[in-house]
DNA sequence: GGAACTACGT
């Protein structure tokens, strides 16, 4: 009866009655004589042969003429004519001769219920579902076929829910479900999630005694294995005394599903002990699940032992082991094995196309997109949807706007994703304006939008420096529309905000979506937690910590790793080194932030601790490593080491130094006193110096006072950076220390040509949970003469002689009478104006410490037993040392920035 | 018994 007839899965009508084949039969009677000629005198006979024949040729529509006559004489048209005729109505999909024929069947109650159904199964299988339904329910008489029409019309629908109806209704009706009917009926139970109907079914077939059959025990396994009840599915299996190859693929796809790989492993391991070997479809669900679950190489090494069984990987292997890298990021393997795939002569199908195409989207790969675009054109995916939806995502995301209007245009259907793939390429273009006229003709086109939309939206108008618009539909949203923000929604604004620098703003807008009970995610953290790496947003970071933890988010490595590198940059190295310790899987990024940690708090034997770990047990070191290695030897003087380092970094790790690489042993050279050595290796350097370069050779040649390469390295920079004021006014002491008189003059010039402008000095600092600001001269804090007292009396034990320093007074940044810089209002405030004595001060600055102020810290974190965090923001060296920590009177930075 | 892919937020 199941004949796999071609039946348009949804009611289309253009689709339902194909326009050739009109055609086809309107041709053929007139190329052969007709076998025998109508007349009036033939008997029901001769009608009936002629009926045969029209079922065979068409044209179907004469068939109607026919019937009308027999029925104009008087005669009945026997029932298996009307079965003849409707089958081929089904065949040819011609459902207008079928509605001519119910027509003259009727629902009397003498006309057969056989051929009653079969009316209700050729409305169905012409994808006329509802009016099958409609003859359906208008049947007096219905017995197991009529019901089994219909249950299996429905099935193959997919309204489960319907399926499961019907059977409660037949099951009043005294009907009885047959072995080929039950597992439609389950499988129906399965998909809607009716378990307990399908348990009722399964307790029914136990006390009727017709659990024995093996297809029937199969289909409620299936049943239970594809709900996620492999506890029942795991008793159902270990009770069977017949298994076949569809009980274990049933089991072993049931604990794929639930993520239970190791078991569906073990399965799959032990079915052959009895006597049923893995085929090609076992395998595929094996690996599909481990690509699925981003074991990718275990996937692989499978797909090569099966085919080293003899079996032949087909387009489900590949696609599945293809989609796997491309959705692990590991896109250029993904493309890999397409062209393998192809090579090995296999037909990729949508799927496979459509995920390569979202790897070429995320390595924004243009070329090899517009290669697989043409691969889909030939292979005929023109007209599959997730096809052209990957390829519009992919033209965006590579840039290609018009190109992907065009396939845009051109897809005949079009669904949310497709919409939103061409709004959100919009949104990201920054194009708005384009965005939210997509956005109303979706609507026109009756698809109605959802929350990727909006979201897409919000933060295509928050990139545009649009915060009303933005805000304005994030508040629509829940209004306006049935539709629920979600996560994503919140994080669209808290980036849109971290964009424009408003971390606080950003802060209150993840607080708030915490009271709304809305769960931040791994994306929340990422962005938040680098706007966080400052010295002063300690507490910040701890509160996103404390937020991860719990949420269970820190089991993911990159918001773990972000951690590490956050927390390092707040003046803290004792939590990176924990949450170090406490991942279950390290990557290349875990120990890289790591040991900059290290590095950028000056411990150096630590940094180089972790780098020989690293070797014996970790990933094979990067370029970051060895910028941060590097360092590590420079701050302890080892120049060797670091030398030898460096030219690992070519001999060992085939890695093309950068100019990190090269701005570090700048470092190591100019730190040691080697300046010819730095400058000579400056000249040598196969890359254009850049400014941090410069600056790592002005830092040396300022401290080991060589004015004259100081100011070469200086002006170099100034070439560079013309604007900045920092170079600029560091320049002009060099200028004075060296005593030259003509050069100041050139630089005021390059002074009015850039206008530049001093920025007011100021320095934040965290304090007794509130954030402080101090500028230059800040009296307007309270109490302050009580603070310029304090800094007074400090200057006068500050100025002892300093035995670190020697005779050297650095005539730079020098505090004139009435101004006091930042850092020393904030000093004095915290350790006089506060309550309780602080353990830590922690304090960012806008512009770079003069030597005074450090040396004023390096004496106040030793007579007030008080470690100092300061960084300068604008610190126009960022080589080791990011920030100064002081501590028992000495400077993390061994007086050297 | 019958597989999987695409869109927002870093």
Known sequence: MDKNLIIPRQSRPSMAIPSHIGTQFELFP???????????????????????????????????????????????????????????CIETGCVEVGRELHARIGLVKEV????????????????????????FDEMRERNLFTWSAMIGACSRDKRWREVVDLFFNMMEAGVFPDDFLLPKILQACGNCGDFEAGKLIHSLLIRCGMNCSLRINNSILTMYAKGGKLDMAKRLFDNMDKRDRVTW???????????????????????????????????????????????????????????????TPDVF?????????????????????????????????????????????????????????????????????????????????????????????????????????????????????KAHELFMKMQDSNVPPNIITWNAMISGYIKNGDEDQAMDLFQRIEKDSKIKRNTASWNSLISGYLQFGQTDKALGIFRQMQSFHVRPNSVTMLSLLPACANLVSGKKVREIHGCALRRNLLSERAVANSLIDTYAKTGNIMYPRAIFDGMSSKDIITWNSLIAG?????????????????????????????????????????????????????EHYQIRPGLEHYSAVTDLLGRSGRLVEAMEFIENMPVEPDSSIWAALLTACRIHKNYGLAIYAGERLLDLEPKNFLIHKLLLQMYALFGKSEDPLKLRKHEKENTMVKPLEECWMEFENMVYTFVVSDRSK??????????????????????????????????????VHCEKWAFAFALIDSRSSPQSIRIVKNLRMCRDCHRTAKYISKAYGCEIYLSGSNCFHRGANYFHHFKHGHCSCQDYW
């Open 30 to 88: 007139k190329s052969t004589k007709p076998i025998v000629s109508f007349t009036e005198r033939n008997d029901s006979k001769l009608t009936d042969i002629r009926l045969n024949y029209i079922c065979k040729n068409g044209p179907l529509s004469e068939a109607i003429s026919v019937i009308d006559s027999i029925a104009h004489r008087g005669s009945k048209v026997r029932p298996s004519t009307y079965i003849n005729l409707l089958e081929s």
């Open 112 to 135: 057969d219920c056989f051929v009653q159904t079969k009316v209700v199964s050729m409305y169905a299988k012409c994808g006329y579902l509802d009016d099958a339904r409609k003859m």
């Open 249 to 311: 693929n049933a089991i072993i796809s049931g604990y794929c599903q639930k993520g239970e790989i190791e078991l569906a492993r073990k399965y799959f391991d032990t079915m052959h002990e009895e006597g049923i070997e893995a085929r090609l479809r076992t395998w595929n669900i094996l690996i599909a699940s481990y690509s699925h679950l981003g074991h990718c190489d275990v996937a692989m090494d499978l797909m090569r032992k099966m085919e080293s069984f003899g079996i």
């Open 317 to 433: 292997t590949w696609t599945s082991i293809i989609s796997g890298f491309a959705q692990n990021s590991r896109t250029i393997e993904a493309l890999v094995l397409l062209g393998e795939m192809l090579l090995a002569g296999i037909e990729p199908t949508g799927i496979t196309i459509t995920s390569a195409a979202s790897a070429c989207a995320s390595l924004k790969s243009l070329n090899t997109g517009v290669e697989i675009h043409s691969v889909a054109v030939k292979m005929g995916f023109v007209d599959h949807m997730p096809v052209g939806n990957s390829l519009i995502d992919m033209y965006c995301k590579c840039g290609e706007l018009e190109t992907a209007q065009s396939v845009f245009d051109m897809m005949l259907e079009k669904d949310i994703y497709t919409w939103n793939s061409m709004i959100g390429g919009y949104c990201q273009a920054g194009y708005c304006g």
């Open 598 to 650: 290290y590095v950028l708090h000056g411990c150096s034997e630590s940094a180089l601790s972790l780098f020989d770990q690293m070797r014996k047990f970790g990933p094979r070191p990067s370029r970051g490593t060895f910028a941060s290695i590097i360092y590590a030897y420079s701050l302890v003087g080892m120049v060797d080491e670091g030398m030898h380092a460096f030219s690992s970094i070519v």
């Open 782 to 819: 309270p109490c302050s003469d009580k603070l310029l007292s304090w800094i007074q009396r400090i200057a006068i034990d500050v100025k002892r002689p300093d035995p670190e320093s020697g005779i050297w007074i650095e005539e730079e940044d020098k505090e004139d009478v009435s101004g």
